[in-house]
Structure formats: structure tokens, C-alpha cells
């Protein structure tokens, strides 16, 4: 997976996003923020959904 910037930005385009904390409140920028790392279908660093490239490109084709 990529740096932190493509993380939160791939996080929040991302339909499937589902935060593994149940207290979350994303706020941009910070620490807290919506990314990949914090979504339930990560594993190992790795999307088992398989849509972090796939999303990563069609932000990138935009």
C-alpha cells in the first residue's frame, strides 16, 4: 500500500470502506483521519477486497 495521502484518499472514495473503530469520527489531516489502515478489510497492510489498486488508478485517471 502507498503513504498516508494516497491511504486517506483511497479511503474515502472507497465504497466498501468500513471503520474498525467504533468510535470514528474522521476528521481530514489528522491522525484520525479516513484511511485504508483503519478499514475492516484490511489485512497484513494488504485490502482483501482488492480495490485499493483498482481505486488508486481511477483517482489517478481523474
Same mark, same amino acid.
Not at 474515502?12 to 468510535?23: A, I, V
Not at 474522521?26 to 481505486?55: A, F, R, V, W
Given at each position: 500500500?502507498? =503513504?498516508?495521502?494516497?491511504?486517506?484518499?483511497?479511503?474515502?472514495? #472507497? $465504497? $466498501?470502506? @468500513?471503520? =474498525?473503530? +467504533?468510535?470514528?469520527?474522521? $476528521?481530514?489531516? +489528522?491522525?484520525?483521519?479516513? =484511511?485504508? $489502515? /483503519?478499514? @475492516?478489510? #484490511?489485512?497484513? =497492510? @494488504?485490502?482483501?477486497?482488492?480495490?485499493?489498486?483498482?481505486?488508486?488508478?481511477?483517482?489517478?485517471? /481523474?
Amino acid at each position: 500500500m502507498g =503513504n498516508i495521502y494516497q491511504l486517506m484518499t483511497v479511503a474515502s472514495n #472507497c $465504497s $466498501s470502506f @468500513t471503520s =474498525n473503530e +467504533s468510535d470514528f469520527m474522521p $476528521s481530514i489531516g +489528522s491522525c484520525m483521519s479516513k =484511511n485504508c $489502515s /483503519k478499514c @475492516t478489510h #484490511c489485512k497484513n =497492510n @494488504t485490502c482483501e477486497l482488492n480495490l485499493y489498486d483498482e481505486m488508486l488508478s481511477s483517482i489517478d485517471d /481523474k
